[in-house]
């Protein structure tokens, strides 16, 4: 089966790899590859360097975005000239069966290959884009044009997937569409234990950006006067005033920079504590490949973590009036109480996230599709 797959609009395979996730996201396309023979046609919004990256995974051709358009320093002549990229790649794409989007953000392009091909589209979403424009304060022209997005690609979309129960609830209540919405979790590739009395005593482990909607600020302000250590993987625009919180706070927090997927994975292992603070979220990787790894997940109150989340079971959650110190220095200490909620989080990734559940949904949709 051949597959077109469409970038997230302003994502190339390089981006992936300076960010350190291009070997994680690449794994499942190589195991649908290998497994399914499934043939990928990648459409990145990146430019002919993009094309080097063939040589490294197989059954997969790129087709770099600014190798067909000119790129322009002007962000909105870029997004009118993304809108001809379907005319420009017809020919080379005419042998497809199915086109797939990573995220709706450039699933316009998928929209009019649609069209051109009249072959099934799938649009598969990881968070709610116009929600969080929303909560992201954008400007009015992004909200409005994230709302007419999402609106186009549950009418043209053969089938349109979500991360959540939560996401689908509010699509089929903004958008009073219903038909074809898939919840789909994300994955993670592998179950890694390792004994609770080899974890760090005193340090706690957060990964994710550094920006608003982390709330990492939340989470240095509430380690004041501890000897808790904070490990942040991540970075951002927000890392310079994080520093200099926890220099006038006295709390000591290691910024560890940007880590691949593999150095990541890693180090789960050598944490009890996981701390999730956001202030909203999707179906969030890190919180899942947290779990997998044997951590006990603190995460804050919010509706989609809630879905994975049941307190006091596979995992706490927490208000920002909650004493967190307190609750942190409990479950670092209390092995019993901590090794229960680990293993009924392991539970839970083995039943709904593991690659391979995800890969057999993956599989029946394109047959579905296709036929």
């Known amino acids: 089966m051949n597959v077109i ?159 959540s129960k939560t996401d689908r609830d509010f699509l089929e209540d903004k958008f009073k569409i219903s038909k074809n919405i898939e919840v789909i979790p994300n994955w993670v590739i592998e179950m890694v234990h390792n004994d609770f009395d080899k974890r760090y005593e005193n340090k706690i482990l957060t990964v994710g950006r550094l920006e608003k909607q982390k709330n990492i600020s939340s989470l240095i302000k509430s380690m004041q006067g501890s000897e808790i250590e904070i490990d942040i993987v991540g970075d951002g625009s927000e890392k310079y005033s994080l520093v200099q919180l926890s220099k006038m706070l006295n709390v000591k927090v290691n910024f560890l920079g940007k880590l691949n997927f593999k150095e990541l994975n890693n180090i789960y292992k050598n944490y009890r504590i996981f701390i999730l603070p956001s202030l909203f979220e999707g179906n969030p990787k890190a919180l899942l490949e947290g779990m997998s790894n044997g951590c006990l997940v603190i995460a804050a109150y919010n509706k989609n973590v809630e879905e994975i989340i049941t307190n006091n079971k596979n995992g706490i959650l927490y208000n920002p009036e909650d004493d967190l110190i307190k609750m942190v220095k409990y479950y670092l200490r209390e092995k019993e109480v901590s090794e229960k909620i680990i293993r009924n989080g392991y539970q839970t990734i083995e039943q709904h996230n593991q690659i391979e559940n995800i890969m057999e949904s993956e599989i029946f949709n394109y047959k579905n599709l296709v036929k």
Not at 51 to 73: C, L, M, N, W
Not at 81 to 95: D, H
């Open 5 to 163: 797959v469409i970038f997230t609009y302003g994502i190339s395979l390089k981006k992936w790899d300076e960010s350190g996730i291009l070997d994680r996201e690449m794994s499942f396309y190589e195991r649908m590859s290998e497994k399914y023979n499934i043939n990928y046609s990648f459409i990145t919004f990146g430019f002919e360097d993009d094309e080097s990256y063939v040589q490294r995974f197989k059954g997969v051709s790129i087709y770099p975005a600014y190798k067909y358009i000119k790129f322009s320093d002007n962000k909105y002549l870029n997004l009118f000239r993304s809108f001809l990229i379907p005319f420009k790649l017809k020919k080379q794409l005419s042998g497809n069966q199915l086109i797939k989007t990573n995220q709706l953000n450039g699933g316009w392009v998928g929209i009019i290959l649609k069209k051109l091909l009249k072959i099934p589209l799938y649009t598969r979403t990881g968070y709610n884009l116009y929600e969080f424009s929303l909560y992201n304060k954008k400007s009015s022209f992004i909200k409005l044009f994230h709302y007419l997005l999402t609106q186009a690609a549950l009418l043209f979309s053969d089938l349109y997937s979500v991360t």
